[in-house]
């Protein structure tokens, strides 16, 4: 009895798994949503990281990279998701520290304001100043990024 409730759930686990990586707070929640004993929770984690089909740190790698690279979100919103999904906080400052190596976020800000600024004649600069930095706050990025952006924008604007 005990072994197809073990089984059940790393039926389960394994197709959490097959859809895309997880975290292990992720799998945890997941099979104690669906009702699962916390003792084979447990055993079954423990089995997983063994075999390593979970492994927080490359988790946290795939996931801040994707997001980086697909999403157009800043590192503070990287940061805030890897919490979320139960990454601890070193190995959350250890990705960051090797992703800002590959990823220049001024670069990734200034993109955006690419694609998104269009001056439009008559518009109060102000107003338009103030809606660019609160698009580029929500995705996460720094208010020295965000200042810089908008400084040099709209000096090329002139």
Do not use: C
């Amino acid at each position: 009895m005990v072994n197809s409730v073990l089984d059940k759930a790393r039926s389960y686990a394994y197709r959490l798994l097959n859809y895309r990586p997880r975290s292990e707070q992720e799998i945890r929640y997941k099979l104690k949503e669906k009702g699962f004993a916390e003792e084979a929770i447990d055993s079954l984690v423990l089995e997983l990281k063994n075999r390593f089909f979970i492994d927080d740190y490359d988790f946290a790698k795939l996931w801040a990279r994707s997001r980086l690279q697909s999403s157009g979100q800043g590192f503070s919103n990287i940061r805030r998701e890897l919490v979320i999904k139960g990454i601890a906080e070193d190995i959350i400052e250890n990705v960051m520290t090797m992703l800002e190596d590959d990823f220049d976020e001024y670069d990734m800000a200034k993109g955006l304001i690419k694609t998104r600024f269009r001056p439009v004649p008559g518009i109060n600069k102000g107003r338009e100043q103030h809606r660019l930095y609160a698009y580029l706050k929500r995705r996460g990025f720094s208010n020295n990024i965000i200042y810089k952006v908008i400084n040099e924008t709209y000096a090329d604007t002139k």
